[in-house]
């Protein structure tokens, strides 16, 4: 390799996040030991890439793509191994003075210049990162150390504010240089809690709101985020770099939202664990909105523990958000980490599975998989009750996968949730915007009209006259636009129908013989699951169960529960994550494989996932 004469750069004063990025890199042996060959590989690779290099070296590297160890192993931290690392082993090596969570800022910055040129997860680096953690390490050396969280350092999803010198904008260049009038009461909550915000990471642009045929994970920002397991397979979203990041051991942990499937299916797509909350757990103060009625803020951990203590930082009651105030009293004192336990627990579960609302539409590979992973909680003393159905899922679990307007496509569209989401969205974006400053965007006929005027890279038309993320344009928003966000007859019945049906449905489905279950086991990559929990406003967790053989995107094994039902969730998701990692068994969280790695497609590509 060519030798590089690096500039003196000891007086110089870096003025924004690329030249942040460029500090952090030249200055690597501050906070690294530099581990063998070709680990250095990987390290001269990400320094010559944030330096723009283009070496003959690193052209071969990237054009051969060789084999995941060489490009993209994850280094070690000093003395610390940041791969898989947990919270509570990050704790540990900042306590015994191992670690700092500057440096655990930096060598985060690392990995994410080693991976993000291909998987694309971070959208905008905090320049205040460092500072941040600098803090917390003053804290940790004063004995002030504020909880699980302390100078961990997280990302969240570019539709959570931030008042800070990060912008917020859903992806969409409609709001770039807006000013939000606080940080959302989710994000004010883990800095309390001593976490370092990190950057915002990608998404779908608008949160899938304007489109309803896109590439998943594209925003006009953003561009396209790519899952490290195989980056020509949609990555999940709406929370596509949110989950990526994490699974990519990129950050430690993430904040996502769902209004449907928005938090379970990417991280399921990217084998990590996605815990959704009831709605109105977390606050969606600050949020750019979908939907008040199924709007949640959801965590991304690669283990259960580390996606709980994200939720036990962000929940509670927020006088900004009404739905919060409903949670009174019927939350845990103590926190809902109180609640994680181990395998032994399973012999106290009865879990139930709904075969004929969800099972049968799962692939066969799928199935196979799940049902070995569910034998093993068996054989662990857990009671399995097959046929445990939604009540009335031939009327309101699409057999055709995922659709929110599926009312409509059978007649009914009081029936439908999309009735009552197109209605939501145009007014709730419109109080949103109406706290912003510096933006002359006001109200969704300004965002349709900002696409138009950009069809080059917005896509307000549909392609080919648009951009070809968008497919379908912005038929989304023109579709909401079209309610002008009257609340008629038919958005309230199918407002009460879609609550009433899919509650009754799921608290029905958790009672067998007169006594609750601990929960019903599905396949949340058969979309419907997360589909009929979002309608009710019920929570939902997603465990790493294996990968695809023929994509290598995840395989994962979903719980559901009731409203407020979040104790079961990590009680018996903490429970199968313990029996998975203290057996053989391949059915668990596996590490990417970084299939097609030279290949940029723009849509990426919807595939059968299934062998067979």
């Not at 057996?583 to 969280?589: A, F, Q, S, V």
Request: contains cysteine; glycine residues 8%.
């Amino acid at each position: 390799m060519p030798r590089r004469i690096f500039p003196d750069w000891r007086h110089w004063t870096p003025p924004d996040a690329t030249a942040l990025f460029l500090f952090v890199c030249l200055h690597i042996n501050n906070f690294m030991v530099m581990p063998g060959l070709k680990s250095w590989l990987a390290v001269a690779t990400a320094i010559s890439l944030c330096l723009g290099s283009s070496t003959e070296d690193t052209k071969l590297l990237k054009e051969n793509c060789p084999l995941s160890d060489v490009l993209f192993p994850v280094l070690p931290c000093g003395n610390f191994k940041l791969e898989e690392a947990t919270i509570n082993d990050m704790q540990a090596a900042m306590n015994n003075g191992t670690l700092t969570s500057v440096q655990l800022v930096g060598c985060y910055v690392l990995r994410t210049f080693q991976t993000d040129l291909y998987i694309n997860s971070l959208l905008q680096y905090n320049p205040d990162a460092l500072s941040i953690a600098a803090q917390m390490d003053a804290e940790r050396a004063a004995a002030k150390i504020r909880g699980p969280l302390h100078g961990i350092p997280f990302t969240v999803k570019d539709n959570i504010a931030t008042k800070d010198q990060l912008e917020t904008t859903a992806g969409s260049r409609a709001l770039l240089g807006s000013i939000v009038p606080r940080d959302a009461h989710v994000v004010a909550k883990l800095r309390e809690a001593g976490a370092v915000l990190f950057g915002k990471a990608t998404l779908s642009e608008w949160a899938d709101m304007r489109s309803n045929n896109y590439s998943e994970g594209y925003s006009a920002r953003g561009g396209q985020c790519r899952s490290a397991y195989n980056l020509t397979v949609n990555p999940g979203g709406s929370s596509s770099g949110s989950a990526v990041g994490v699974a990519a051991n990129a950050i430690a942990f993430s904040l996502g939202t769902e209004t449907d499937g928005s938090v379970i299916n990417p991280a399921m797509r990217n084998n990590i664990v996605g815990f959704k909350p009831t709605v109105g757990l977390t606050s969606r103060a600050g949020v750019i909105p979908e939907s008040e009625h199924q709007d949640t803020v959801g965590t991304f951990g690669r283990t259960v523990r580390d996606a709980v203590y994200a939720l036990d930082a962000i929940y509670g009651i927020d006088q900004r958000d009404e739905y919060t105030l409903a949670q009174e009293g019927k939350t845990p004192k103590a926190g809902y980490a109180s609640y994680l336990t181990t395998k032994a627990a399973l012999k106290d579960a009865v879990f139930g599975i709904p075969w004929n609302s969800f099972w049968r539409y799962a692939d066969p590979e799928q199935v196979r998989q799940l049902t070995a992973l569910i034998k093993l909680i068996e054989d662990a003393g857990a009671t399995i009750i097959n046929g445990t159905e939604i009540t009335d899922y031939e009327r309101i679990v699409s057999p055709y996968g995922w659709d929110w307007d599926y009312g409509t496509n059978r007649g009914y569209p009081n029936e439908s949730e999309y009735t009552v989401v197109k209605v939501d969205f145009y007014n709730n974006i419109k109080t949103y915007l109406s706290e912003l400053e510096n933006t002359n965007i006001r109200s969704l006929e300004d965002i349709v009209q900002f696409n138009f005027d950009n069809d080059d890279t917005e896509g307000g038309r549909p392609w080919p006259h648009g951009h070809p993320a968008f497919y379908s344009g912005q038929d989304g928003f023109l579709a909401s636009l079209a309610t002008k966000g009257i609340k008629d007859e038919t958005y309230y019945q199918a407002l009460n129908f879609t609550h009433s049906s899919t509650r009754n449905g799921i608290d029905d489905a958790l009672t067998y013989k007169d006594k609750k279950i601990s929960g019903l086991l599905v396949p949340p990559d058969v979309a419907q699951a997360p589909q009929i929990a979002a309608q009710a406003g019920y929570p939902m967790i997603t465990l790493p169960a294996g990968i695809h053989s023929v994509s290598g995107m995840g395989i994962g094994l979903g719980i559901m529960q009731t409203a407020y039902g979040e104790p079961e969730l990590v009680m018996w998701g903490s429970a199968i994550e313990d029996l998975q990692k203290s057996t053989n068994t391949p059915y668990k969280r596996s590490l990417p494989q970084w299939r097609d790695c030279l290949k940029k497609n723009i849509p990426v590509y919807t595939v059968d996932e299934g062998s067979g």
